[in-house]
């Protein structure tokens, strides 16, 4: 069973930044394609940007160019750069492990973040 542990949300103001950081215990984090994801209120949740365990990345159009994702395999852990932020970026953010495009663990309990403008 994977755990995954989300931290790093919060209050920022519009054009701030803010660093999201997920911990993945349990599973063979370097074998894995991982993602960020977010819901915001209302709405479905979708994923905004991945990475594969070689290290090639994809975004979602909305956050290109301001958001980058990385990830350290020795610390089972994904990370989430986020810059520039708009208030349309307000949601729960959550990480899952991708596997034929489908996140496939139980969702953590996610981080909020809120952009105010």
């Known amino acids: 069973q994977v755990q995954l542990v989300e931290s790093g949300g919060g209050l920022v103001q519009a054009g701030g930044s803010l660093r999201l950081s997920c911990v993945a215990s349990g599973n063979i984090f370097s074998i894995n394609t991982m993602g960020w994801y977010r819901q915001a209120p209302g709405k479905q949740r979708e994923l905004v940007a991945s990475i594969s365990s070689g290290g090639n990345t994809n975004y979602a159009d909305s956050v290109k160019g301001r958001f980058t994702i990385s990830r350290d395999n020795a610390k089972n852990t994904v990370y989430l750069q986020m810059i520039s932020l708009k208030s349309e970026d307000t949601a729960v953010y959550y990480c899952?492990?991708?596997?034929?495009?489908?996140?496939?663990?139980?969702w953590g309990q996610g981080t909020h973040v809120t952009v105010s403008s």
């Open positions: 899952n492990t991708i596997r034929f495009g489908t996140p496939v663990n139980r």
